[in-house]
């Protein structure tokens, strides 16, 4: 089994920055995908920023440009990095993780998820 567990969040005014992050820790053989989700009030979570094992990335249109996902491998964490941020990026951000415990066994792990609110 393992744990994610996310900080970095609080409140900012808007042009502002800020940085998640997002540590797993438990039994892990390996971590595969990592990304990173929000969740506005009323509305559905949403996926906005991944990244692969090979470093690869992508992102969605509504955060491109303004946010940056990291990773690094040695410590099991995953980053994102928060600039210009927006009234409209206030959200409950979660990571999600697919670590492996052994060679053949993988599982989806998710954040306790933290906030962010940005201020007008």
């Known amino acids: 089994q393992a744990q994610l567990v996310e900080s970095g969040g609080g409140l900012v005014q808007a042009g502002g920055s800020l940085r998640l992050s997002c540590a797993a820790s438990g039994t892990i053989f390996s971590i595969s995908a990592m990304s990173w989700f929000r969740q506005a009030p009323g509305k559905q979570r949403e996926g906005i920023a991944h990244?692969?094992?090979?470093?690869?990335?992508n992102y969605a249109d509504s955060v491109k440009g303004r946010f940056t996902i990291s990773r690094d491998n040695a410590k099991y964490t995953v980053y994102l990095q928060m600039n210009s941020l927006k009234p409209e990026d206030t959200a409950v951000y979660y990571c999600?993780?697919?670590?492996?415990?052994?060679?053949?066994?993988?599982?989806?792990?998710w954040g306790q998820g933290i906030q962010v609110t940005v201020s007008s």
């Open positions: 999600k993780m697919v670590i492996s415990s052994s060679r053949n066994t993988a599982n989806i792990y």
């Open positions: 990244i692969t094992s090979g470093g690869s990335t």
